[in-house]
């Protein structure tokens, strides 16, 4: 593949909404000694067992990613976290969003989605209390 100077420009890593909601994440995050790893590809959590169809599925996961994923001291999967935002309602992400639902309940990791503007805090406690994080 060829570079072209010029071509790339940095990028921060969240959105100014993402990171006003990663501050309680981490705080909350932090009480209950989890990691929390932002923007993680659903491939690297999730992979395709269907051998005759790998390429064709690996595609969907690959092309994907879950805002934040929560791991534990041993960095093993606990949990992902979602965070919704009116971008979510249209009919194309209600297809994703349905797509990564079915993918964490296949895999049997709790999907925890928030939806932007709610008390972030309060929001994130009550979903780790009721998953019992």
Do not use: W
């Amino acid at each position: 593949k060829q570079f072209v100077e010029n071509s790339y420009k940095k990028a921060n890593l969240l959105t100014k909404t993402e990171y006003a909601f990663f501050i309680p994440l981490l705080k909350e995050c932090h009480k209950r000694k989890l990691m929390v790893c932002p923007k993680v590809r659903l491939e690297d959590i999730a992979y395709v067992t269907d051998t005759e169809n790998r390429q064709k599925y690996r595609g969907y996961v690959r092309a994907r990613h879950i805002d934040f994923i929560l791991v534990n001291m041993y960095c093993e999967t606990i949990a992902g976290v979602e965070l919704d935002d009116p971008s979510h309602n249209s009919e194309e992400a209600t297809i994703v969003d349905d797509f990564k639902n079915k993918v964490f309940q296949t895999i049997g990791i709790p999907l925890i989605r928030i939806q932007v503007g709610t008390d972030y805090a309060s929001q994130i406690c009550m979903a780790f209390d009721e998953l019992e994080l």
